[in-house]
């Protein structure tokens, strides 16, 4: 199975990693020639504003577009995930809108205060979790299901073939979310 990681920017070599050790063809999307049978797409960790620019300069936001359309699977994590959200709480832009979730930027500190800790994630068990400059989920719409919560606010959620993670599982040995967003793409 090919999946798709958006490689403008950001942590990417750690989820091609990270999805080669479950034995997947994943593929550095740079253009939109990369997307080309992939059954389901990852946006990585970064800098969400300057994936963003660079996904628009790539002429790959239309393409991605499509491609949810179609329903191909989509995972976004940390920047990932406020590229999927609907609205973002402190920030006067949206990016993609996929996910009827609204998001705060950031949330769980500055860089220096990342942490790793540990997830009760549904249907998955106890899963450890990087937090670096997180988004919080502050609101979710009603097709939505949270997946993990940490300190009070929704960490994971999904919502129909979206899914999303503030946490970095790319970062950890730990590779069951990737099993479950994998289960989604089957
Ligand atoms: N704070 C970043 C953003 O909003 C995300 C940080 C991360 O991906 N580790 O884009």
């Keep these: 199975m090919r999946i798709g990681v958006v490689a403008v920017q950001g942590d990417v070599r750690e989820h091609l990693r990270a999805l080669g050790r479950l ?3 994943a593929v550095p999307v740079l253009k939109p020639v990369h997307l080309e049978g992939v059954k389901g797409l990852v946006f990585p960790g970064g ?3 300057a994936i963003w620019r660079l996904l628009k ?3 790959l936001v239309e393409p991605i577009e499509e491609l949810h359309r179609e329903g191909i699977p989509i995972f976004g994590t940390c920047a990932g ?3 999927l959200a609907k609205e973002i709480v402190n ?3 949206r990016f993609f809108g996929f996910i009827d979730i609204a998001v705060e930027r950031n949330a769980s500190g500055r860089q220096v205060d990342s942490f790793e800790t540990e997830l ?7 899963v450890p979790a990087v937090f670096i400059r997180a ?3 502050r609101r979710v719409g009603p097709g939505v299901e949270i997946l993990a919560e940490h300190e009070g606010a929704p960490v994971m959620a999904r919502e129909g073939r979206v899914l999303v993670a503030s946490f970095h599982p790319e970062l950890t040995d730990d590779l069951r979310v990737y099993e479950l967003f994998l289960k989604m793409c089957a």
């Design 47 to 49: 800098e969400s504003t």
């Design 23 to 25: 034995g997947i063809e």
């Design 135 to 137: 988004p919080y989920i």
């Design 57 to 59: 300069w790539s002429g």
């Design 91 to 93: 920030w006067p832009e």
């Design 120 to 126: 009760e994630v549904k249907a998955i068990g106890r």
């Design 81 to 83: 995930m406020v590229l």
